[in-house]
T-cell receptor
Framework: GENVEQHPSTLSVQEGDSAVIKCTYS??????FPWYKQELGKGPQLIID?????GEKKDQRIAVTLNKTAKHFSLHITETQPEDSAVYFC???????????FGSGTRLQVQP | EAGVAQSPRYKIIEKRQSVAFWCNPI?????LYWYQQILGQGPKLLIQ????????DSQLPKDRFSAERLKGVDSTLKIQPAKLEDSAVYLC????????????FGSGTRLTVV
């Protein structure tokens, strides 16, 4: 099955700085890599995703990069704001089970 | 578009009692998932339905957990009897299915077993 590792587990940045969260995966057949944001008391919400036929995708202040050879992908948040504070999860499909396997999460704290 | 609805939002029970959670997915979403999220960890898949059939329940503790999806729409997840280690948030998600992994999650049910 798929194994997804995520780091760091916690990340504190100053408002306006950039934040980077990294994940590795094990299933070489995986072709879809989403990132979810989870705020307190809520379910995870998809914020950006990337498919294996592209190396980078941007949406305003967030971007995801993918290196299929090395089997890792990263979330980049620029010009961080206090409302970016949350727990972020990466995920990758377990192609055998046809469901997403999630990383352990990164708690991002943006200091005003 | 309405989101994934879950109820109740919170539940506190004593160990060895039973509990049930309910999920109503997004209309037209063929695939429904139940995930368990223990505090400080990522969601872990318990069971996956495609329409009203089980696709994968390999990580469901079947001696105490059961789930069903009636008529391929709503789903219930039951725990009987509950153990202390079942304390977690139970998340329901749905997707169009097939090669679409675009999950929409509900807000979850926070279960505390005392």
């Amino acid at each position: 099955g798929e194994n997804v590792e995520q780091h760091p587990s916690t990340l504190s940045v100053q408002e306006g700085d950039s934040a980077v969260i990294k994940c590795t995966y094990s299933d070489s057949a995986s072709n879809y890599f989403p990132w979810y944001k989870q705020e307190l008391g809520k379910g995870p919400q998809l914020i950006i995703d990337i498919r294996s036929n592209v190396g980078e995708k941007k949406d305003q202040r967030i971007a995801v990069t993918l290196n299929k050879t090395a089997k890792h992908f990263s979330l980049h948040i620029t010009e961080t704001q206090p409302e970016d504070s949350a727990v972020y999860f990466c995920a990758a499909p377990d192609t055998g089970r046809r469901a997403l396997t999630f990383g352990s999460g990164t708690r991002l704290q943006v200091q005003p | 578009e309405a989101g994934v609805a879950q109820s109740p939002r919170y539940k506190i029970i004593e160990k060895r009692q039973s509990v049930a959670f309910w999920c109503n997915p997004i209309s037209g979403h063929a695939t429904l998932y139940w995930y368990q999220q223990i505090l400080g960890q990522g969601p872990k898949l318990l069971i996956q339905f495609q329409n009203n059939g089980v696709v994968d329940d390999s990580q469901l503790p079947k001696d105490r957990f059961s789930a069903e999806r009636l008529k391929g729409v709503d789903s219930t997840l039951k725990i009987q009897p509950a153990k202390l280690e079942d304390s977690a948030v139970y998340l329901c998600a749905s997707s169009l299915g097939g090669d679409s992994y675009g999950y929409t999650f509900g807000s979850g049910t926070r279960l505390t077993v005392v």
